[in-house]
C-alpha cells in the first residue's frame, strides 16, 4: 500500500526551528513529485514547498528562505527544515505525493499530518 | 501571484447536482485537480487533469475547465458527499488552491 506518515511536530517559540519528516511506503521517495501543504486551524490549504523526481525545489513566498524541502533516498524519506517560525506558521502539515512524470497528476496520497506550533 | 477564487458554500438537496466552480486567470490553458476535505480528515483527490477520477473515486464526480472557470460537478448528491471542496491548479512550478467550497447537503 502507498502511505506516506508525517512526523516531528510540535510546540516551538518564535524565531526556532522544526524538522518534519515524511516517511514514505509502497513508492520511493525520489520517484515523484511531492508536496508539502499545511492547513492553518479553520483555514483552507495552503501550498508550502516542492521537491521534482529530478530533485528540483520550489517553495511559496510566504516561506522562501526560511524553510528547506530535501529527501533522503537511502532512507525513502522527505524531509521539511523549519527555520524563523513565526505565529502564522502554526498549522497541520501534510506530506503529499504527486506524479511520476508530471505536476498534472494531482495529489493522490496524502498523510494524516503533523501539528506545528509556533508559540511563546 | 496567481489566485483561484471560490465561493465560499453552496448547498444543494439530497439527489440533486451540486456545482461548484474556482476562477482564475486563463485557468483553462493549464490542468485543474479537485480535492475534498471532510472535518478531522486528510484531504481526497477526487478530480485531476479538469476530468479525471482516481480509482475508488465515485461516477457521480465530474470536472471540467474552459477558460477562466474550472467547474465541479457532482451528480445525485448523498450527504456523504458533504465536505470542503479545493480545486488546485500549478502556476509555473508553484501549486495555487482555492480558498476552498463548503458543500452543505441539506
Known amino acids: 500500500e502507498e502511505q506516506v506518515v508525517e512526523r516531528g511536530g510540535g510546540l516551538v517559540q518564535p524565531g526556532g526551528s522544526l524538522r518534519l519528516s515524511c516517511v514514505v511506503s509502497?513508492?520511493?521517495?525520489?520517484?515523484?513529485?511531492i508536496s508539502w501543504v499545511r492547513q492553518a486551524p479553520g483555514k483552507g490549504l495552503e501550498w508550502v514547498s516542492v521537491?521534482?523526481?529530478?530533485?528540483?525545489?520550489y517553495y511559496a513566498d510566504s516561506v522562501k528562505g526560511r524553510f528547506t524541502i530535501s529527501r533522503d533516498n537511502s532512507k525513502n524519506t522527505l524531509y521539511l527544515q523549519m527555520n524563523s517560525l513565526r505565529a502564522e506558521d502554526t498549522a497541520v502539515y501534510y506530506c503529499?505525493?504527486?506524479?511520476?512524470?508530471?505536476?498534472?497528476?494531482?495529489?493522490?496520497?496524502w498523510g494524516q499530518g503533523t501539528t506545528v506550533t509556533v508559540s511563546s | 501571484s496567481y489566485e483561484l477564487t471560490q465561493p465560499p458554500s453552496v448547498s444543494v438537496s439530497p439527489g440533486q447536482t451540486a456545482s461548484i466552480t474556482c476562477s482564475g486567470d486563463?485557468?483553462?490553458?493549464?490542468?485543474a485537480c479537485w480535492y475534498q476535505q471532510k472535518p478531522g480528515q486528510s484531504p481526497v483527490l477526487v478530480i485531476y487533469q479538469d476530468n479525471k477520477r482516481p480509482s475508488g473515486i465515485p461516477e457521480r464526480f465530474s470536472g471540467s475547465n474552459s477558460r477562466n472557470t474550472a467547474t465541479l460537478t457532482i451528480s445525485g448528491t448523498q450527504a456523504l458527499d458533504e465536505a470542503d471542496y479545493y480545486c488546485q491548479a500549478w502556476d509555473s512550478s508553484t501549486a495555487v488552491f482555492g480558498g476552498g467550497t463548503k458543500l452543505t447537503v441539506l
Open positions: 509502497g513508492f520511493t521517495v525520489s520517484s515523484n513529485y
Open positions: 503529499a505525493r504527486g506524479g511520476s512524470s508530471s505536476l498534472n497528476y494531482g495529489m493522490d496520497v
Open positions: 521537491i521534482y523526481s529530478g530533485g528540483s525545489t
Open positions: 486563463k485557468l483553462g490553458s493549464k490542468y
